[in-house]
């Protein structure tokens, strides 16, 4: 069964703590990605993962940090949590390289909030 | 710099009308287009997606119409049903490149 798990689904902190959003996928897929949604901007990406410590920025890197130790799991870190960065965040993975004709498969989302 | 752009942002159409959703882009090097489907509280999901060579995707009631020339391209859905009532997403990427790009989305909202 092709799935894309994201831990925790929700999640609230204080403004400074440090955030940690895991994904993990059986599909053993090299590519993963992590976007956020935010309501009227759509999903914006802020790091690709080609393979294990193979990681780069997307359009939105800034206050992020990812880890890839395994292929099958990306996380997503927050060193020190700002408000603006209340969201969903989506995790996505790909069959390979190269985005033409390969399809995103995408976990629940996890709904972070930041006050 | 928005690279894809969608239009419009929402919209409301009667069960069993032709619903069509606009979409728009400005990298030449994009050559491949794919739609993405959320339905409320849920996660993003591919519904039908074209690539340069093509004109005309179709699947179902689902198709897309793409002018290369103009670089735009419109997702029709035929005889629009309640349950196609979520947020659609144009996206784009290069072939040479990994990253997709999405637009913001149209809200679409089928009343029965």
């Known amino acids: 069964d092709m799935k894309v798990t994201q831990m925790p689904r929700y999640l609230i902190k204080r403004m400074g703590e440090n955030v940690l959003l895991e994904c993990g996928q059986d599909?053993?897929?090299?590519?993963m990605y992590w976007y956020r949604q935010d309501p009227g901007l759509g999903l914006q990406l802020i790091y690709i993962?080609?393979?294990?410590?193979?990681?780069s920025e997307g359009d939105i890197p800034k206050g992020y940090r990812v880890s890839r130790k395994k292929r099958e799991h990306f996380s997503l870190i927050l060193d020190s949590a700002k408000t603006n960065q209340t969201s969903v965040y989506f995790c996505?993975?790909?069959?390979?390289?190269?985005?033409?004709?390969?399809?995103?498969?995408f976990g629940e989302g996890s709904r972070l909030i930041v006050v | 710099q928005q690279q894809v752009r969608q239009s419009p942002q929402s919209l409301t159409v009667w069960e069993g009308e032709t619903t069509i959703l606009n979409c728009s882009y400005e990298?030449?090097?994009?050559?491949?287009f794919p739609w993405y489907r959320q339905f409320p509280g849920k996660s993003p999901a591919l519904l039908i997606a074209?690539?340069?060579?093509?004109n005309k995707k179709e699947d179902g009631r689902f198709t897309i119409f793409f002018n290369k020339r103009e670089k735009k391209l419109s997702l029709h859905i035929t005889d629009s049903q309640p349950g196609d009532s979520a947020t659609y997403f144009c996206?784009?990427?290069?072939?040479?490149?990994?990253?997709?790009?999405f637009g913001k989305g149209t809200v679409l909202l089928v009343s029965p």
């Open positions: 996505a993975s790909s069959k390979d390289r190269g985005n033409s004709g390969n399809t995103l498969y």
């Open positions: 599909m053993s897929h090299e590519t």
């Open positions: 993962s080609y393979d294990v410590d193979s990681n």
């Open positions: 990298d030449s090097t994009f050559d491949y």
């Open positions: 074209i690539s340069l060579v093509s």
């Open positions: 996206a784009a990427s290069d072939s040479g490149y990994n990253k997709l790009t």
